[in-house]
């Protein structure tokens, strides 16, 4: 299906920098990707990203270190990776002017395919995506859903073996997003194919990736399954509903002048604690103190929305 | 130029053909699809040959037509106006593509650079040879008749290839230098320089201001219309024919060059 594994990781970084003027845009970034797996590039605005993206896919060299992707170098062998990646960025387009179909067809014969060949792979592809009725329709007229679907199948035209995604889902509403997951992970599963993703969204890393990277500021600062990164924050978490939720931030407010970590989120108050079991008598009597009412109670593990937080707090701090 | 790349993998054959066959068709296929960026330089094209013959034809009594019509010695006029509107568009093709950052998609395939910034070109070069024969289709039913025939006709239409093809390797350096059609779009006013600081409507001889003279004969366009010129109105004179062809050679060689050093330098990898 694929080609031939010549390396025996799919991608491998080693130390890579970037700087462009002042900015140091990633700052040492070392990782590798298995041959297979969906991995995750989870940052905010401005982390590197799309920067580390970019020198994957041999649009961009980096300042200092190295990178081979499909057992290829970035900076020696870009024609050797282009071959091998199917390549959907924040920093491309398509032709308005031209249809789905020609964009396919145009792209297949630009990776080698005969025309006949290329025609077929385009219908596959449409089918595969379900555009066939937009087939035959100029770009344009495309919905934002349409248009990420049909980038996709783009990316994939020449049956690549690692694929790179720069926030595929950014700007799509949930029922777009949830099928563009299900498109991802069905061409993940099915043809075995290495995705590379990134994204703002922690849910969306939590959903569908194997293996995440938290990026900040250019560098990682963690690396873990969805799973480990959660144990990761060694503490536990205690959901307070409040019996009148309009007074969330209050309590929360109370609750810190005793000295407990809590924090108002919405209607509900999360308690951080080292152990939740010993905590919640201390915090459930001091609420009583107060006679403050209480209409639900949880003790939760963290979710990545706050380990996310906590790792990247940290590098603040750290300088 | 088809070598197989064992290295990528069992099918891919690199063919710099291919990829200029595919994106000269895909070229052709958009500027067919944006009618209105072909459609006002052809109009304004016309309109030199039927306002100016209209207006102006009577002054062709003077000796210094030496008998020929007008309609003959504006003809040129019409053709290189058209010419480089057309070529202007392959740089707002290319200019099309790094804003739709369609561009960006196609650096990420195999394909050779070359081809995706050579296909418009010659996609703007087939726009102006269309548009030269239907100019010329016009004029001859205007009563346009050549001494020359359907070899000096064939003769005006490569030399306005020629002169577009100097343009279009202007309008493509700048397109890809800045990248924004504001810029590429002022820039094509060099365009009326070109076109007006010369022998445009009456011979050099009858120009009173010695400054519109001086301004003709440094003017390439000068030597481009005189070849023209030379076949639509007297004969195989050489001295003007290869005048206008060494003027397009030069001026071809200066834009080309420089197009290509642009491209170069914005496709490097940063
Ligand atoms: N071409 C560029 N020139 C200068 N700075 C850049 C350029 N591209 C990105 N940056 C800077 O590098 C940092 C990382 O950007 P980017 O990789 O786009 O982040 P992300 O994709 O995670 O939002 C940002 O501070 C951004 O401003
Ligand atoms: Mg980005």
């Given at each position: 299906m694929t080609t031939e594994p010549t390396s025996n990781q799919a991608i491998r970084v080693a130390n890579l920098r970037k700087r462009y003027g002042d900015v140091e845009a990633l700052r040492g970034i070392d990782l590798s990707v298995e041959w297979g797996e969906l991995y995750g590039f989870l940052g905010p605005n401005g982390a590197g990203k799309s920067t580390a993206i970019q020198i994957l896919t041999t649009l961009i060299?980096?300042?200092?270190?190295?990178?081979?992707?499909?057992?290829?170098?970035?900076?020696?062998?870009?024609?050797?990776?282009?071959?091998?990646?199917?390549?959907?960025?924040?920093?491309?387009?398509?032709?308005?002017?031209?249809?789905?179909?020609?964009?396919?067809?145009?792209?297949?014969?630009?990776?080698?395919?005969?025309?006949?060949?290329?025609?077929?792979?385009?219908?596959?592809?449409?089918?595969?995506?379900?555009?066939?009725?937009?087939?035959?329709?100029?770009?344009?007229?495309?919905?934002?859903?349409?248009?990420?679907?049909?980038?996709?199948?783009?990316?994939?035209?020449?049956?690549?073996?690692?694929?790179?995604?720069?926030?595929?889902?950014?700007?799509?509403?949930?029922?777009?997003?949830?099928?563009?997951?299900?498109?991802?992970?069905?061409?993940?599963?099915?043809?075995g194919t290495t995705i590379f993703m990134t994204t703002q969204y922690l849910e969306e890393a939590d959903a569908l990736c194997q293996r995440i990277a938290i990026m900040d500021r250019g560098k990682i600062v963690a690396?873990?399954?969805?799973?480990?990164?959660?144990?990761?924050?060694?503490?536990?978490?205690?959901?307070?509903?409040?019996?009148?939720?309009?007074?969330?931030?209050?309590?929360?407010?109370?609750?810190?002048?005793?000295?407990?970590?809590?924090?108002?989120?919405?209607?509900?108050?999360?308690?951080?604690?080292?152990?939740?079991?010993?905590?919640?008598?201390?915090?459930?009597?001091?609420?009583?103190?107060?006679?403050?009412?209480?209409?639900?109670?949880?003790?939760?593990?963290?979710?990545?929305?706050?380990?996310?937080?906590q790792l990247t707090t940290a590098s603040v701090n750290e300088g | 130029m088809t070598v197989v790349m064992n290295a990528i993998g069992p099918t891919?054959?690199?063919?710099?053909?291919?990829?200029?066959?595919?994106?000269?068709?895909?070229?052709?296929?958009?500027?067919?699809?944006?009618?209105?960026?072909?459609?006002?330089?052809?109009?304004?094209?016309?309109?030199?040959?039927?306002?100016?013959?209209?207006?102006?034809?009577?002054?062709?009594?003077?000796?210094?037509f030496g008998g020929a019509h007008y309609l003959n010695f504006i003809v040129p006029v019409a053709v290189v106006s058209g010419a480089v509107g057309g070529a202007g568009g392959s740089g707002q093709a290319l200019i099309r593509?790094?804003?739709?950052?369609?561009?960006?998609?196609?650096?990420?395939?195999?394909?050779?650079?070359?081809?995706?910034?050579?296909?418009?070109?010659?996609?703007?070069?087939?726009?102006?040879?269309?548009?030269?024969i239907l100019i010329l289709v016009v004029a001859a039913a205007m009563g346009l008749s050549v001494p020359t025939g359907f070899v000096g006709l064939l003769v005006v239409v490569l030399l306005a290839a020629g002169w577009g093809l100097a343009f279009a390797g202007y309008a493509v350096a700048i397109a890809l230098r800045s990248g924004n059609s504001q810029t590429a779009q002022a820039a094509t006013f060099v365009f009326f320089p070109l076109l007006f600081l010369s022998d445009t409507f009456v011979p050099l001889s009858l120009i009173g201001a010695a400054w519109l003279k001086v301004a003709a004969r440094i003017n390439p366009t000068t030597y481009v219309f005189g070849a023209m010129r030379e076949v639509l109105m007297y004969g195989w004179k050489s001295r003007p024919i290869l005048e206008g062809i060494l003027a397009i050679v030069i001026l071809s060689a200066i834009t080309l060059g420089w197009a290509v050093f642009t491209a170069r330098r914005t496709l490097r990898r940063k």
């Open positions: 060299l980096p300042t200092e270190g190295s990178a081979q992707v499909g057992g290829a170098d970035v900076v020696r062998h870009p024609e050797m990776v282009r071959f091998r990646i199917g390549v959907a960025l924040q920093d491309t387009g398509v032709d308005p002017l031209l249809t789905g179909r020609e964009l396919l067809t145009i792209q297949g014969r630009l990776f080698g395919l005969r025309k006949q060949e290329s025609r077929n792979r385009a219908t596959e592809l449409l089918n595969q995506f379900n555009l066939q009725e937009a087939a035959d329709r100029r770009v344009k007229t495309y919905s934002g859903g349409m248009r990420r679907r049909l980038d996709l199948a783009l990316a994939l035209v020449h049956r690549p073996s690692i694929l790179f995604l720069d926030e595929p889902t950014t700007g799509l509403d949930p029922v777009n997003r949830i099928a563009l997951w299900d498109l991802l992970r069905q061409v993940n599963e099915e043809t690396e873990d399954t969805p799973t480990g990164l959660k144990r990761r924050l060694q503490r536990d978490v205690i959901e307070l509903d409040p019996e009148h939720p309009e007074e969330a931030a209050h309590i929360a407010e109370t609750l810190r002048t005793a000295g407990f970590d809590a924090v108002a989120d919405k209607d509900l108050i999360r308690v951080f604690s080292a152990n939740g079991a010993h905590s919640i008598g201390g915090v459930l009597q001091h609420l009583e103190s107060k006679s403050v009412g209480i209409a639900g109670l949880r003790v939760t593990q963290p979710s990545l929305d706050d380990v996310f937080l | 891919y054959r690199r063919s710099f053909w291919r990829d200029l066959f595919v994106l000269t068709g895909r070229s052709i296929k958009v500027t067919w699809r944006l009618p209105f960026a072909v459609i006002p330089n052809l109009a304004i094209s016309l309109f030199f040959l039927l306002v100016y013959q209209g207006g102006l034809s009577g002054i062709s009594a003077l000796p210094a593509d790094l804003e739709s950052r369609y561009f960006t998609k196609l650096r990420l395939t195999p394909a050779s650079p070359t081809a995706f910034v050579l296909a418009p070109m010659i996609a703007g070069m087939l726009q102006l040879i269309v548009q030269t």
